[in-house]
């Protein structure tokens, strides 16, 4: 069985005292659900400070981005060198990366190859516009972004990567897909794409994600259905009692 994995994405929030706040907050609660993979991504900011306070509980940690190289005269940027002494996780590939920071097909996989060979596991977003979604278009995007990040990783790599299937439109907006189509994409786009790719035992191994205004009131409909591994959260994990509420309804759905 594939362990669901609930993962923050805080984007640009918190304080490094907020941050702390925050993750004091949860740490202890979250403690009682090992068997859900739980993760904070934070801004780089606060990674140092949070990494620490996490120390020992249950709660990994990750970053929202990374640049691919090792080293060097990038102004702004992060190296997965420097992360690596302080996260588990990175995400790649972010929508509002792609829509405001140049992000494409070819940046994200530079960035999943660099994300690998330092150690640090790629949590990787795709996902459609509303006009794509609009015009049938769903199908056939997601699948090329599938591809596209992962063009030349083996399977082995393959099966250390995280997907998180994140619809624009439901991003944000507090409408999220519903459980039918988010599993429907999920299991029969991404999942089956991954399959074509690395065959049905690897793509049945890959955890697989759905992002997109997850929250108390919808996680519980979200996370009954069998191709959804987990949630990238936004908005519901900045809140203490919300970020909770999605991990323990996680376990309690999956009996865990
Ligand atoms: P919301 O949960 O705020 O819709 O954000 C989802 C998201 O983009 C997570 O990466």
Redesign the pocket.
């Known amino acids: 069985m594939r362990k669901p994995f609930i993962a923050g ?1 805080w984007k640009m929030n918190k304080t490094v005292a907020e941050a702390l706040e925050l993750v004091n907050a949860v740490k202890g609660p979250l403690a009682d659900y090992p068997g859900v993979t739980q993760a904070v991504c934070t801004p780089f900011t606060a990674l140092a400070a949070v990494s620490e306070a996490l120390k020992g509980s249950t709660v990994k940690v990750g970053a929202q981005n990374m640049y691919w190289e090792d080293s060097g005269a990038y102004t702004g940027e992060v190296s997965p060198v420097m992360l690596k002494e302080l996260v588990d996780y990175v995400i790649i590939g ?1 929508s509002e990366r792609r829509a405001y920071f140049g992000e494409t097909d070819e940046t994200v996989n530079k960035k999943i190859k660099a994300a690998l060979a330092h150690g640090l596991k790629p949590i990787v ?1 795709v996902g459609e516009s509303l006009e794509q979604n609009q015009a049938g278009e769903t199908e056939a995007f997601v699948s090329g972004q599938v591809k596209a990040g992962f063009e030349g990783i083996t399977a082995e790599q393959a099966k250390g990567i995280v997907v ?1 299937y ?1 619809p624009i439109w ?3 907006t507090g409408l999220a897909a519903t459980p039918e189509d988010a599993n429907r994409i999920i299991g029969q786009v991404v999942r089956a794409t991954l399959a074509t790719i690395y065959g049905d035992a690897v793509a049945q191994a890959m955890i697989i994600q759905y ?4 929250k108390p009131s919808n996680v519980k409909e979200l996370m009954e259905q069998p191709e959804i591994d987990g949630g ?5 994990s900045l809140k203490a009692e919300d970020f909770i509420t999605l991990v323990r309804v996680s376990a309690e759905v999956r009996g865990l």
């Not at 992002?211 to 997850?214: A, H, I, K, Q, V």
């Not at 990238?232 to 519901?236: F, M, Q, R």
């Open positions: 994405n972010h977003a998180a994140e439901a991003i944000g992002g997109g205004s997850m990238l959260i936004g908005g519901a």
